[in-house]
T-cell receptor
Framework: SQQGEEDPQALSIQEGENATMNCSYK?????LQWYRQNSGRGLVHLIL?????REKHSGRLRVTLDTSKKSSSLLITASRAADTASYFC????????FGTGTRLLVSP | DTGVSQNPRHKITKRGQNVTFRCDPI?????LYWYRQTLGQGPEFLTY????????KSRLLSDRFSAERPKGSFSTLEIQRTEQGDSAMYLC????????????FGPGTRLTVL
């Protein structure tokens, strides 16, 4: 397994705005997952995208995967204060290696 | 499906004491993982089981750490002779090798070593 690196490290937006965070990785993968973590809590699985998929949607979430650039992005549309959390990407499966995440702050 | 559960949720102990945490995975999941997370960092992999077999251990897992999954269901993580540097959130996750292998995490056990 390999580490995903999230960017930016921190993001501050107003409610209703869209939030985009990016993930880069180094070697070929079969899939990539995004997780959310509210302060002091466990990780919540958001979405899994496979290497043969380019885009995937789940509610207000849109994930893209560009295997040629070894990057993924997570877009949260019409953000809410409840979206305030840290977001992590995890390339591969089994032994997941996490970066430091993107800390998203959504202000009312 | 009640999700992954961990007990206790919080543990405060004195340096030098032993502590044990328990993780109950999602019932049909055959894989179970332990991670450790310190403030401001992402979770770090410690070890994982497939059924009762421990298949991989991180170098982070010193001799003071031991994990078991005796019947391929719940797992325990024991830390002997705790040190202040062991203070962290210990996260458990489970997955099914027969499915997408997506890992689902429990709420974690927060350990504070005084």
């Amino acid at each position: 397994s390999q580490q995903g690196e999230e960017d930016p490290q921190a993001l501050s937006i107003q409610e209703g705005e869209n939030a985009t965070m990016n993930c880069s990785y180094k070697t070929s993968i079969n899939n990539l997952q995004w997780y959310r973590q509210n302060s002091g809590r466990g990780l919540v699985h958001l979405i899994l995208i496979r290497s043969n998929e380019r885009e995937k949607h789940s509610g207000r979430l849109r994930v893209t995967l560009d295997t040629s650039k070894k990057s993924s992005s997570l877009l949260i549309t019409a953000s809410r204060a409840a979206d305030t959390a840290s977001y992590f990407c995890a390339p591969g499966f089994q032994k997941l290696v996490f970066g430091t995440g993107t800390r998203l702050l959504v202000s009312p | 499906d009640t999700g992954v559960s961990q007990n206790p949720r919080h543990k405060i102990t004195k340096r030098g004491q032993n502590v044990t945490f328990r993780c109950d995975p999602i019932s049909e999941h055959n894989r179970l993982y332990w991670y450790r997370q310190t403030l401001g960092q992402g979770p770090e992999f410690l070890t994982y089981f497939q059924n009762e077999a421990q298949l991989e251990k991180s170098r982070l897992l010193s001799d003071r750490f031991s994990a078991e999954r005796p019947k391929g269901s719940f797992s325990t993580l024991e830390i002997q002779r705790t040190e202040q540097g062991d203070s962290a959130m210990y996260l458990c996750a489970s997955s099914s090798s027969g499915g997408s292998d997506t890992q689902y995490f429990g709420p974690g056990t927060r350990l504070t070593v005084l």
